[in-house]
Nanobody, 121 residues
Framework: QVQLVESGGGLVQSGGSLRLSCAAS????????MGWYRQTPGKQRELVAE???????NYTDSVKGRFTISRDSTKNTVYLQMNGLKPADTAVYYC???????????????WGQGTQVTISS
């Protein structure tokens, strides 16, 4: 019923920038929060940044000052502007949405398929 589609990943050099986008579609009644997580082989998926419906944001310490999350509620889309990229930022980035559909009264977590971000040194 709900799909999250990410775009914007790729390969850039250290110090470069990328902008990720994630669009939610389907039978959406409301979105509580949207965020970005990342995962590398053998490690758990970790929070990168999230933004609530009220506009509050939260970042993991390693990206503060370099990444900016934003949200366009009219398009059900969340963005992650990543500047000053480092090789340590290399990972698969996943979009997460906490969404209430038109058929349920509770919020459910949905994930995108992931987009690869690779930073070369």
């Amino acid at each position: 019923q709900v799909q999250l589609v990410e775009s914007g990943g790729g390969l850039v050099q250290s110090g470069g920038s990328l902008r990720l986008s994630c669009a939610a579609s389907g039978s959406i009644r409301s979105i509580n929060s949207m965020g970005w997580y990342r995962q590398t082989p053998g490690k758990q998926r970790e929070l990168v940044a999230e933004v609530t419906s009220g506009g509050s944001t939260n970042y993991t310490d390693s990206v503060k000052g370099r990444f900016t999350i934003s949200r366009d509620s009219t398009k059900n889309t969340v963005y992650l502007q990543m500047n000053g990229l480092k090789p340590a930022d290399t990972a698969v980035y996943y979009c997460k949405g906490t969404i209430r559909t038109s058929r349920l009264y509770t919020y459910t977590t949905y994930w995108g398929q992931g987009t690869q971000v690779t930073i070369s040194s």
